[in-house]
Each structure stands twice: as C-alpha cells, then as structure tokens.
C-alpha cells in the first residue's frame, strides 16, 4: 500500500493552499501575521490545535480496537468510531492546508524584498561596480 499521497491529491492541497492564502490576505489574520513573532504566535496555536486532533484520532483508534486488531463488536459503536475518525481527520486535513498558508505567508513575510525590488545587491546579493 502505497503511503504518499498521489500527484493528484497533492495538486488538490496545493489548489486548496492558494485558496487559505488568498483568505489569509482579505481577513484580519493578515494583520496578525505580518510580523514574524505574530507568525510563529499563529504556528503555534495551529500547532495545540492539530496535535489535540491527532490525540482525539488516537483515542478513536484504540477504542474501536484498529490499533491491537481488529476485535467483534458492536456495529453501531464501530460506525460510530469510523464516523469519529473520518470526521477528525477532515477537520485535520483542513487545519493542516491552513497552517501550510500561514507558514508559507510567513516565508514571504520574512525576506526582505525591499534590495530586490530597488534592484540592489547585483549578482549573489554584492553591489557590483
């Protein structure tokens, strides 16, 4: 089973990724995020908010019994559980292409472009005679 996603989906997260970037500049967020302590500020909430996911996924898994093998049971909690686990992991699929937005957003917020916009620094970033 192969354990990466396809060339497809990963063009589907990257489509998914433009849209949060294009959320994260017409909402107050861009405010935050402007600086780099606001950044690694927002990448750190994202961060509590995507491991309590992964430890609310986790619970799920044991409590079906997925991670010591599969054990009978009651169809109902079962679908219950599958439902849980599918649902966690939408939400955490989402908060993931979120907090990629922000850390790229972070990216371009922290090079200063101002020497290349004024075309200054010549080859390798040195002024050039």
């Keep these: 089973m192969k354990h990466e ?3 497809l989906t990963m063009a589907g997260i990257y489509g998914l990724l433009q849209l949060e970037l294009e959320d994260i500049n017409t909402e107050d967020l861009k405010e935050e995020l402007t600086t780099t302590v606001g950044a690694l ?3 750190g909430e994202m961060n509590r908010s995507i491991r309590e996911d992964l430890d609310n996924i986790t619970d799920s898994i044991i409590e079906v019994g997925i991670e010591d ?4 049971g009651d169809p109902e909690v079962i679908h219950k559980q599958f439902t849980d686990i599918y649902r966690i992991a939408l939400d955490l699929a989402g908060k993931a292409v979120r907090l990629a937005a922000v850390t790229r957003r972070g990216i371009i917020d922290s090079v200063d472009l101002g020497r290349i916009d004024r075309c200054e620094g010549g080859r390798n970033g040195k002024d050039t005679d």
């Design 69 to 72: 093998g599969y054990r009978e």
């Design 41 to 43: 500020d927002k990448i």
């Design 5 to 7: 996603p396809t060339a």
